[in-house]
Protein backbone atom coordinates (compact mmCIF):
# COMPACT_ATOMS: atom_id res chain seq x y z
CA UNK A 1 0.00 0.00 0.00
CA UNK A 2 1.27 3.62 -0.73
CA UNK A 3 -0.11 6.30 0.99
CA UNK A 4 -0.28 9.67 -0.30
CA UNK A 5 -1.27 13.24 1.05
CA UNK A 6 -3.80 15.52 -1.11
CA UNK A 7 -4.94 19.15 -0.54
CA UNK A 8 -8.51 19.02 -0.26
CA UNK A 9 -10.49 22.53 0.06
CA UNK A 10 -7.32 23.89 1.38
CA UNK A 11 -7.07 20.82 4.05
CA UNK A 12 -4.51 17.85 4.23
CA UNK A 13 -5.94 14.70 3.67
CA UNK A 14 -4.92 11.50 3.46
CA UNK A 15 -5.42 8.53 0.98
CA UNK A 16 -3.96 4.45 0.60
CA UNK A 17 -3.57 3.29 -2.87
CA UNK A 18 -3.96 -0.51 -2.79
CA UNK A 19 -1.22 -2.00 -4.24
CA UNK A 20 -1.84 -3.55 -8.09
CA UNK A 21 -5.62 -2.51 -8.05
CA UNK A 22 -5.31 1.13 -8.32
CA UNK A 23 -8.07 1.83 -5.95
CA UNK A 24 -8.13 4.30 -3.58
CA UNK A 25 -9.47 3.79 0.03
CA UNK A 26 -10.03 7.32 2.52
CA UNK A 27 -7.89 6.76 5.69
CA UNK A 28 -9.83 6.35 9.08
CA UNK A 29 -11.46 9.17 10.71
CA UNK A 30 -9.24 8.49 13.06
CA UNK A 31 -6.28 8.18 11.56
CA UNK A 32 -6.61 11.81 10.07
CA UNK A 33 -7.08 13.14 13.43
CA UNK A 34 -4.40 11.55 15.08
CA UNK A 35 -2.29 12.96 11.81
CA UNK A 36 -3.86 16.42 12.55
CA UNK A 37 -3.45 17.07 15.57
CA UNK A 38 -1.91 19.89 17.10
CA UNK A 39 1.43 19.50 19.53
CA UNK A 40 0.49 23.02 21.03
CA UNK A 41 -3.07 23.60 22.83
CA UNK A 42 -4.00 26.17 20.49
CA UNK A 43 -7.87 27.45 21.38
CA UNK A 44 -9.98 28.76 18.81
CA UNK A 45 -13.33 31.30 20.33
CA UNK A 46 -16.48 31.42 18.04
CA UNK A 47 -15.99 33.50 15.01
CA UNK A 48 -12.78 32.30 13.87
CA UNK A 49 -14.55 29.45 11.87
CA UNK A 50 -17.89 30.27 11.83
CA UNK A 51 -18.26 30.49 7.69
CA UNK A 52 -16.03 26.83 7.32
CA UNK A 53 -18.02 25.24 10.04
CA UNK A 54 -21.01 27.00 10.60
CA UNK A 55 -22.96 28.94 13.00
CA UNK A 56 -23.48 27.08 15.46
CA UNK A 57 -21.51 27.03 18.41
CA UNK A 58 -21.68 22.73 18.66
CA UNK A 59 -20.66 22.85 14.69
CA UNK A 60 -17.37 25.21 15.29
CA UNK A 61 -16.65 22.99 17.95
CA UNK A 62 -16.85 19.91 16.65
CA UNK A 63 -15.25 21.04 13.11
CA UNK A 64 -12.46 22.02 15.29
CA UNK A 65 -12.20 19.14 16.58
CA UNK A 66 -11.85 17.54 13.60
CA UNK A 67 -8.54 20.04 12.37
CA UNK A 68 -6.51 18.76 15.63
CA UNK A 69 -7.58 21.24 18.19
CA UNK A 70 -7.85 19.90 21.74
CA UNK A 71 -8.99 23.17 23.69
CA UNK A 72 -11.04 25.90 23.14
CA UNK A 73 -11.83 29.13 24.67
CA UNK A 74 -14.96 31.70 24.64
CA UNK A 75 -13.81 35.27 25.71
CA UNK A 76 -17.81 36.53 26.14
CA UNK A 77 -19.21 33.31 27.78
CA UNK A 78 -20.52 34.96 30.44
CA UNK A 79 -22.51 36.75 28.38
CA UNK A 80 -24.47 33.70 26.88
CA UNK A 81 -27.18 31.69 28.93
CA UNK A 82 -26.81 28.88 31.20
CA UNK A 83 -28.40 26.32 28.70
CA UNK A 84 -25.81 27.32 26.27
CA UNK A 85 -22.94 27.09 28.43
CA UNK A 86 -23.92 23.53 29.35
CA UNK A 87 -24.07 22.59 25.33
CA UNK A 88 -20.81 24.35 25.23
CA UNK A 89 -19.38 22.44 27.99
CA UNK A 90 -20.89 18.80 27.28
CA UNK A 91 -19.54 19.01 23.49
CA UNK A 92 -16.00 19.89 25.11
CA UNK A 93 -15.81 17.06 27.10
CA UNK A 94 -17.99 14.43 25.57
CA UNK A 95 -15.14 15.17 22.51
CA UNK A 96 -12.36 14.57 25.28
CA UNK A 97 -11.13 19.00 24.64
CA UNK A 98 -10.55 21.00 27.35
CA UNK A 99 -11.59 24.40 28.30
CA UNK A 100 -10.25 27.39 28.77
CA UNK A 101 -10.67 31.09 30.00
CA UNK A 102 -13.77 33.20 29.62
CA UNK A 103 -14.26 36.70 31.16
CA UNK A 104 -15.76 37.06 34.97
CA UNK A 105 -15.54 40.76 35.26
CA UNK A 106 -14.87 43.79 32.78
CA UNK A 107 -15.29 47.16 31.84
CA UNK A 108 -13.23 49.34 29.41
CA UNK A 109 -14.91 52.68 31.11
CA UNK A 110 -14.67 52.59 34.82
CA UNK A 111 -11.84 52.58 37.31
CA UNK A 112 -12.76 49.26 39.49
CA UNK A 113 -9.11 48.05 40.59
CA UNK A 114 -7.52 51.06 40.54
CA UNK A 115 -9.60 52.95 42.22
CA UNK A 116 -11.91 53.05 46.08
CA UNK A 117 -15.19 53.66 45.00
CA UNK A 118 -16.66 50.97 47.16
CA UNK A 119 -19.55 50.15 45.12
CA UNK A 120 -17.39 49.42 42.09
CA UNK A 121 -15.82 47.03 43.85
CA UNK A 122 -18.09 45.56 45.52
CA UNK A 123 -19.93 44.89 41.85
CA UNK A 124 -16.50 43.37 41.01
CA UNK A 125 -16.35 41.15 43.99
CA UNK A 126 -19.85 40.04 42.71
CA UNK A 127 -18.91 39.39 39.38
CA UNK A 128 -16.22 36.75 40.82
CA UNK A 129 -18.97 35.06 42.77
CA UNK A 130 -20.61 34.24 39.65
CA UNK A 131 -17.76 33.32 37.53
CA UNK A 132 -17.13 30.77 40.16
CA UNK A 133 -20.64 29.21 39.04
CA UNK A 134 -19.55 29.60 35.39
CA UNK A 135 -16.07 27.84 36.19
CA UNK A 136 -17.67 24.39 37.67
CA UNK A 137 -20.36 24.86 34.30
CA UNK A 138 -17.41 24.55 31.74
CA UNK A 139 -14.77 22.06 33.85
CA UNK A 140 -12.14 24.97 33.79
CA UNK A 141 -10.07 26.44 36.13
CA UNK A 142 -9.30 30.11 34.49
CA UNK A 143 -11.10 32.99 34.58
CA UNK A 144 -10.08 36.21 33.30
CA UNK A 145 -11.09 39.36 34.63
CA UNK A 146 -10.16 42.84 33.54
CA UNK A 147 -8.80 45.63 36.06
CA UNK A 148 -10.64 48.70 34.56
CA UNK A 149 -9.49 52.00 33.58
CA UNK A 150 -6.57 54.02 35.58
CA UNK A 151 -7.69 57.22 37.83
CA UNK A 152 -5.27 59.99 35.86
CA UNK A 153 -6.01 62.02 39.06
CA UNK A 154 -4.69 59.40 41.38
CA UNK A 155 -1.00 58.73 41.86
CA UNK A 156 0.66 55.16 40.20
CA UNK A 157 1.65 53.96 43.39
CA UNK A 158 -2.06 54.46 45.20
CA UNK A 159 -3.75 52.77 41.94
CA UNK A 160 -1.42 49.92 42.72
CA UNK A 161 -2.08 49.11 46.32
CA UNK A 162 -5.59 49.17 45.54
CA UNK A 163 -5.20 46.82 42.80
CA UNK A 164 -3.25 44.78 45.10
CA UNK A 165 -5.81 44.58 48.17
CA UNK A 166 -9.07 43.75 45.32
CA UNK A 167 -6.71 40.99 43.50
CA UNK A 168 -5.84 39.82 47.35
CA UNK A 169 -9.82 39.84 48.10
CA UNK A 170 -10.24 37.69 44.53
CA UNK A 171 -7.51 35.31 45.33
CA UNK A 172 -9.24 34.40 48.41
CA UNK A 173 -12.84 33.00 46.40
CA UNK A 174 -10.76 31.61 43.91
CA UNK A 175 -8.44 29.73 46.02
CA UNK A 176 -11.06 26.81 47.90
CA UNK A 177 -12.79 26.36 44.32
CA UNK A 178 -8.71 25.66 42.75
CA UNK A 179 -9.54 28.95 40.39
CA UNK A 180 -6.95 30.74 38.65
CA UNK A 181 -7.37 34.97 37.67
CA UNK A 182 -5.18 35.25 35.17
CA UNK A 183 -4.92 39.46 34.15
CA UNK A 184 -3.74 40.49 30.88
CA UNK A 185 -1.95 43.62 30.47
CA UNK A 186 -4.13 45.96 27.71
CA UNK A 187 -2.19 48.67 24.76
CA UNK A 188 -2.37 51.92 25.28
CA UNK A 189 -0.98 53.06 21.90
CA UNK A 190 -3.75 51.75 19.25
CA UNK A 191 -6.71 49.34 21.34
CA UNK A 192 -7.08 50.52 24.99
CA UNK A 193 -5.49 54.03 25.60
CA UNK A 194 -6.24 54.63 29.63
CA UNK A 195 -6.57 51.21 30.55
CA UNK A 196 -5.18 50.60 34.26
CA UNK A 197 -2.72 47.18 33.83
CA UNK A 198 -0.87 48.15 30.49
CA UNK A 199 2.52 46.75 30.71
CA UNK A 200 3.90 43.04 31.64
CA UNK A 201 6.13 44.11 34.53
CA UNK A 202 3.16 46.17 35.80
CA UNK A 203 1.37 43.24 35.79
CA UNK A 204 4.36 40.89 37.56
CA UNK A 205 4.61 43.80 40.12
CA UNK A 206 1.09 42.93 41.19
CA UNK A 207 1.19 39.37 40.98
CA UNK A 208 4.34 39.12 43.00
CA UNK A 209 2.62 41.46 45.79
CA UNK A 210 -0.51 39.00 45.28
CA UNK A 211 1.87 36.36 46.26
CA UNK A 212 -0.80 34.01 45.18
CA UNK A 213 -0.90 30.90 43.10
CA UNK A 214 -4.81 32.02 42.32
CA UNK A 215 -3.92 35.63 40.57
CA UNK A 216 -1.50 35.36 37.93
CA UNK A 217 -0.71 36.69 34.34
CA UNK A 218 -2.29 36.08 30.37
CA UNK A 219 0.71 36.85 28.54
CA UNK A 220 -1.28 38.49 24.92
CA UNK A 221 1.38 38.59 22.20
CA UNK A 222 -0.72 41.52 20.36
CA UNK A 223 -0.75 43.54 22.82
CA UNK A 224 3.12 43.24 24.56
CA UNK A 225 4.50 43.80 21.22
CA UNK A 226 2.45 47.01 20.21
CA UNK A 227 2.96 48.17 24.02
CA UNK A 228 6.46 47.25 24.74
CA UNK A 229 8.09 44.90 22.17
CA UNK A 230 11.20 43.13 23.42
CA UNK A 231 9.06 40.20 24.04
CA UNK A 232 10.63 37.04 24.24
CA UNK A 233 13.02 38.78 27.01
CA UNK A 234 9.86 40.05 28.55
CA UNK A 235 8.39 36.73 28.55
CA UNK A 236 11.21 35.33 30.00
CA UNK A 237 11.34 37.70 33.12
CA UNK A 238 7.50 37.33 34.15
CA UNK A 239 7.52 33.46 32.98
CA UNK A 240 6.92 31.94 36.44
CA UNK A 241 3.84 34.44 37.02
CA UNK A 242 2.43 33.40 33.44
CA UNK A 243 -0.38 31.15 33.52
CA UNK A 244 -2.06 31.68 30.02
CA UNK A 245 -0.49 32.68 26.73
CA UNK A 246 -2.93 34.59 23.69
CA UNK A 247 -1.83 34.94 20.45
CA UNK A 248 -2.55 37.70 17.63
CA UNK A 249 -0.71 39.60 15.15
CA UNK A 250 0.00 42.94 14.12
CA UNK A 251 -0.90 44.96 12.69
CA UNK A 252 -4.35 44.65 12.69
CA UNK A 253 -4.91 41.95 15.17
CA UNK A 254 -4.98 38.98 12.72
CA UNK A 255 -4.35 35.67 12.89
CA UNK A 256 -0.36 34.71 13.10
CA UNK A 257 2.20 34.88 10.36
CA UNK A 258 -0.01 38.23 8.94
CA UNK A 259 1.79 40.29 11.24
CA UNK A 260 5.26 41.42 12.21
CA UNK A 261 5.30 38.65 15.30
CA UNK A 262 8.08 35.99 14.22
CA UNK A 263 5.43 32.88 15.99
CA UNK A 264 7.57 30.60 14.30
CA UNK A 265 10.08 31.10 16.43
CA UNK A 266 8.31 32.55 19.45
CA UNK A 267 6.23 29.42 20.47
CA UNK A 268 9.04 27.63 19.48
CA UNK A 269 10.45 29.12 22.43
CA UNK A 270 7.62 28.72 24.75
CA UNK A 271 7.29 25.50 23.46
CA UNK A 272 10.87 24.31 24.61
CA UNK A 273 10.56 26.41 28.36
CA UNK A 274 8.13 23.78 28.98
CA UNK A 275 4.30 25.68 28.48
CA UNK A 276 1.88 22.75 28.23
CA UNK A 277 -1.08 24.97 28.65
CA UNK A 278 -3.78 27.28 26.75
CA UNK A 279 -2.98 29.34 23.73
CA UNK A 280 -6.02 31.11 22.85
CA UNK A 281 -6.44 32.45 20.04
CA UNK A 282 -7.04 35.66 20.32
CA UNK A 283 -8.20 37.61 16.99
CA UNK A 284 -9.70 38.00 13.51
CA UNK A 285 -8.92 36.58 9.88
CA UNK A 286 -6.80 38.63 7.82
CA UNK A 287 -8.99 37.32 4.53
CA UNK A 288 -12.86 36.99 4.40
CA UNK A 289 -14.53 34.08 4.29
CA UNK A 290 -14.23 30.24 3.82
CA UNK A 291 -10.89 31.07 2.23
CA UNK A 292 -9.64 32.98 4.68
CA UNK A 293 -10.55 31.02 7.41
CA UNK A 294 -8.51 28.03 5.91
CA UNK A 295 -5.57 30.12 5.86
CA UNK A 296 -5.92 30.93 9.20
CA UNK A 297 -5.55 27.27 10.14
CA UNK A 298 -2.62 26.59 7.76
CA UNK A 299 -0.87 29.27 9.53
CA UNK A 300 -1.37 27.84 12.53
CA UNK A 301 -0.23 23.97 10.96
CA UNK A 302 2.63 26.31 9.94
CA UNK A 303 3.49 27.40 13.67
CA UNK A 304 3.19 24.63 15.64
CA UNK A 305 6.20 23.77 17.56
CA UNK A 306 8.50 20.60 16.44
CA UNK A 307 8.23 18.54 19.60
Do not use: C
Amino acid sequence: MERRKFLKNGLLTTTTLLAGTGMMESASFADEKKLNTFNMKFSPDFGIFDDVAGKELVDQIKWGYDQGFRAWENTGLKFKSVAEQELISKTIQQLGMEFGQFVGTMTFKEVTFAGRDQSLREKVLQDIRNSVDIAKRMNTKFVHNVLGMSDPKLPMDFQMANAIDLLKRIAEIYEPHGLIMVMESMNHKIDHPGMFLHTIPQAYALARAVGSDHVKILFDFYHVQIQEGNVLPTLDYAWDEIAYIQVGDTPGRKEPTSGEINYYNALQHVHDKGYKGFVGMEHGNSNPGKEGELATLNAYRMIDPKV
